[in-house]
């Protein structure tokens, strides 16, 4: 399947049907703590990383936010992570030029700023927290190296998936066994449901919601 028609069959499909997936092929990557800025919610992409660390006051990064950005390709993912911090690191400015630049979603392990500019944007934002509090003590160290955003590790070109139930990361190299499990997890969600609405017994139903544990036989 062509990357772009990945990313657009991750966005479509129910986050807890992938999650299942995950759980089938015995992955990590939940974020935990970060959540949508607004009611756009909903996205897929892979992922741009941009690490930063407490501030040195030498060898920083000389790239700003907008800059990093202007380097994206759209459907892509600004991911920022790799410090607990109570600093905003980034405001409704540099969100709206994501926008304007095609991206799929930011997503901050961080706090951003400017929240009511971010409910009104089109394109999801994700972050722990909303602060004014100025980024005086940390800085950009580096960009598309790994990240830890949300208790979850992110490396450049994984897929990273967003809904209103919060945002999860995928391995680039996985991305293929996933969407081989989703087609079989679907079904068995599907059937799951109809079960529980039709009335069946416990029996039944346990035993559906099972086969959702069992990886897919190649």
């Known amino acids: ?26 992955l990590g990557g939940w974020m935990d703590g970060i959540h949508a800025a607004g009611d756009a919610a909903v996205f897929a992409g892979p992922a741009k990383t941009v690490l930063v660390g ?5 060898e920083g990064y000389a790239q700003s936010k907008y800059a990093i950005i202007a380097d994206m390709n759209a459907g892509e993912v600004l991911v920022v992570g790799g410090v607990e911090t109570t600093e905003n690191q980034i405001g409704g400015n ?38 004014a509090r100025m980024p005086v003590s940390t800085d950009t160290i580096a960009i598309n190296v790994p990240v830890v955003c949300g208790g979850s590790q992110v490396r450049p070109g994984d897929a990273v998936v967003g809904s209103k139930d919060g945002v999860l990361v995928i391995p680039k190299s996985k991305l293929d066994d996933i969407l081989f499990e989703l087609e079989e997890v679907e079904k068995i969600e599907t059937a799951l449901q109809k079960a529980v609405r039709d009335g069946k017994t416990f029996k039944e139903i346990e035993a559906l919601a099972g086969q959702k544990k069992k990886p897919r036989a190649r």
Do not use: H
């Open 94 to 131: 540099v969100a709206l030029f994501g926008q304007m630049q095609g991206l799929a979603a930011i997503v901050c392990g961080t706090p951003v700023r400017d929240r009511e500019e971010m409910m009104a944007l089109k394109m999801p934002v994700f972050a722990s927290a909303f602060t």
């Open 54 to 58: 407490p501030r040195r006051g030498v």
């Open 1 to 26: 399947m062509a990357e772009k028609n990945v990313f657009q069959r991750l966005a479509a499909a129910d986050q807890g049907m992938i999650s299942d997936c995950m759980l089938r092929l015995g």
